[in-house]
């Protein structure tokens, strides 16, 4: 059974249409990437799957579970989980709270046991605050748990969005633009990390990429859109010797 799938959805605004009749399967454990020139609709296609903007068009499946209409947190308890083109961090807090906030959509201590500090509070406090520290962990990054978040170096602030959208617990993960802003080496270690959370946690990964190396290099399926709709999908091989794609690239 696919993990998502989308039925002919198309979004307009106003009277440009953004994306059109685009279909897509994704099963379990699959790394697919979602490329096309400034503008194609990529970061619109996130938006219609996670419940940003509901799809002028079409149906969005998360398994049997059709999710139009839904909102971003619903969906995210769904097995949805993001990241987004521009870094969206809570700034403000330290590494582990950007952590320990993903893992409270699970916790279950009332209102009123919040308010007055009561015994499963604290319970439950201290399970998130281990689970956290090990995630961080995996990532190596448990040094840095006490650190603004601000204060992080970019790759890091990167990494560690990836770690709270892990936090959440998705079947599947979607990755705006992951290596944008990196240089060289932080593109090459986060193509590590994407690697090893694919294999630790086995989620399936839709990524939209405009760095060509990291996209051929790791997605074993690709998906091209051009004007909000899919022109190519295939192996890195097919793409890159597909002429419409070429053409699209190159302006032809
Ligand atoms: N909220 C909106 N209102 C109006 N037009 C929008 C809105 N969001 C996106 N668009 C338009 O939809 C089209 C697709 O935009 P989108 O951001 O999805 O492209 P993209 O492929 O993600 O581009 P990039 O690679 O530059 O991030 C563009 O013409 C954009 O201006």
Redesign the pocket.
Known sequence: MSLLKTEHIG?T??G?K??SDFSIEIKENELVGLI????????????MLTGV?APTEGKVYLGETVVNGKKPYQIVNLGLGRTF?NIRLFKELSVIDNIKIAFHKDMSYSTISAVFRGKKFWKEEKEIDIKARELLGLFNMEEDASVLSSNLPYGKQRKLEICRALATNPKLLLL??PAAGMNPQETKELMETIAFIREKFKVSILL?E?DMSLVMGICERIVV?DY?RMIAAGTPAEIKSNEKVIGAYLGQ
Do not use: C, R, S
């Open positions: 979004m605004f106003g440009l953004a994306v096309g020139p400034n503008g194609a609709g990529k970061t619109t296609i996130f938006n903007y083109q705006d633009e939209i405009h859109i909000g």
